[in-house]
């Protein structure tokens, strides 16, 4: 029942009106303030308002690259899940980002993140980080996801010791 | 040069930790400094606010990328005398272990300084030093002086 431009499983588990709950269910995600923007299949798109509390250079009031790597992680990840035909939990096995330029002082980053290629266990994703323009970047990303990384991990593993020898991951 | 640059002044864990705390983001997910034996660690104790999955939970990728490039940052600063404050190029992470709800470490070395890019490790570890849960490597433009040639 899904057309090419629905995220396939997401549009049932969650109706459009609960597609925040996306960014707001992941506690670092709410924290930075992200807003999920768009999703269609195996894209999505995140808008980082600007906030004193992201910058990483006081001289400048430029943005942390840590914070613009923690917006291309996130959106990357929701591309991934717009991908899946199975919704299943993710992990981010590595991701590359490379800075293009400093984000300017005081204006709202906008990310859009495809992913290009999902095998059984590993999703591909590239990602730009950009204000107005996609074609004049302050970033862009390569990453890849594990998929099915909580498999064989209860609720809470990794506050009783079990999930420390799970797999690879920065989840979420 | 701005004063919390000069690495006359940032020599001690206080100095350190001031010029961690003077970076908004480092504080805001909660970057600690020690130095001990000569060698610098960053210590980011657990907080609700890093956690990107839930459900096991486990810290968020992004949070232990800042962790990490704070670490590169925070080094090259020590050890590198520049005009401003070092801008990442490009790095690297890669996502070892599921990054438990404790305490996490991370430490950062220089592989390689040249003139103008620096070519840096980092290494992020919760309870066991030998069992990393992400590590960094990445390139980190330099500000020569401009009375330098670089």
Known sequence: ?172 | MSAFLDRETIRTEAELQAFVDSIPYASFIGVGVRKVGGELTCVLPFKEDNVGNPMLPALHGGVLSALLETAAILQITHEVDSEHLTKPVNVNIDYLRSAKPVETFARAYITKQGRRVANVRAEAWQDDRNRPVAALHGHFLLAPRKNSDG
């Open chain 1, 1 to 172: 029942m899904t057309t090419k431009s629905d995220p396939a499983p997401l549009k049932d588990l969650l109706g459009d009106e609960n597609k925040h709950l996306l960014v707001d269910g992941v506690p670092h995600a709410k924290a930075l303030g992200l807003k999920l923007i768009s999703m269609t299949r195996a894209n999505a798109t995140v808008l980082l308002p600007y906030d004193a509390r992201l910058i990483g250079n006081p001289e400048t009031g430029v943005i942390h690259g840590g914070a613009v790597t923690s917006l291309l992680d996130n959106v990357s990840g929701l591309a991934v899940f717009a991908a899946m035909e199975e919704l299943t939990s993710i992990a981010t096995l590595d991701l590359r980002i490379d800075y293009m330029r400093a984000a300017t002082p005081g204006a709202d980053v906008t990310a859009h993140a495809h992913c290009y290629k999902v095998t059984r266990t590993i999703a591909f994703v590239r990602g730009t980080a950009f204000e107005k323009n996609e074609n004049d970047p302050i970033a862009t990303c390569t990453g890849a996801f594990m998929l099915g990384s909580n498999a064989g991990r209860k609720p809470g593993a990794n506050t009783t010791g079990q999930g420390a020898l799970g797999e690879a991951g920065g989840d979420k």
